[in-house]
């Protein structure tokens, strides 16, 4: 099999709370309430007996229930190649931008263990529009450090980065209809304003924009 570039990605689906009789574990809860920042694959440990029932209790009274699931799947560019989910953890939302870059570089050093010999290395992480991952990727399409490369086109900012055999990698790619979703909402609705740097923007600004660049 011919090696191809690799790209990460995450959604999320539903809250549930279950019991793996396996491991006589908790499944569903993401961290403590006291201060709570989620916690990836948080198992807890049930037990026999009035103790166990007692674990239940507690854990359901201390704990946060992840109230969405958050899903890495693998995503070779290749047309023969399958999507493949490789962890699944529940998740309260609650984190930070420098959580979510710990998380991608432990991905990538679990990726460039097993995987990267027979798949390919991983170019970058999309996302669906997350203000914490888009953040990130900022981030990094504005470093200086490394080679870097960028567009030969005026105004273009954004730089990337090349290895030293020539390959490309920390791409970011965000959902482009659902950041677009995100940007018509808030014009269909006084409730919700669009904020543009410091100003507000709304239905006829972007239809300026639209007939500037569509002339």
């Not at 909402?185 to 904020?195: E, F, Q, S, W």
Request: glycine share 10%.
């Amino acid at each position: 099999m011919n090696k191809t570039a690799t790209e990460i990605w995450r959604d999320q689906v539903e809250r549930l709370i279950k019991w793996e009789p396996r491991r006589d574990t908790l499944i569903g809860f993401c961290g403590s309430k006291d201060g709570h920042t989620c916690q990836l694959g948080l198992e807890l440990t049930v037990g026999s007996g009035e103790e166990g029932y007692s674990h239940i209790v507690d854990n359901f009274g201390t704990n946060v229930i992840g109230s969405y699931a958050r899903v890495v799947i693998v995503n070779p560019l290749h047309e023969k190649l399958p999507r493949l989910i490789i962890f699944a953890s529940v998740t309260y939302n609650s984190f930070v931008a420098s959580w979510v870059r710990e998380h991608w570089r432990s991905l990538k050093r679990e990726w460039n263990e097993h995987c990267r010999t027979l798949v390919g290395r991983v170019i970058g992480h999309s996302s669906n529009g997350d203000s914490r991952r888009r953040k990130l990727m900022l981030g990094d399409y504005g470093s200086m450090s490394g080679v870097r490369w960028k567009l030969d086109w005026d105004g273009w900012i954004f730089l990337g980065a090349v290895s030293g055999t020539g390959n490309v990698y920390d791409l970011g790619d965000q959902d482009l209809p659902h950041n677009g979703k995100k940007l018509v909402n808030p014009l269909d609705r006084n409730t919700h304003p669009l904020i543009l740097g410091d100003h507000h923007a709304c239905l006829e600004h972007v239809q300026g924009v639209l007939q500037v660049v569509f002339s």
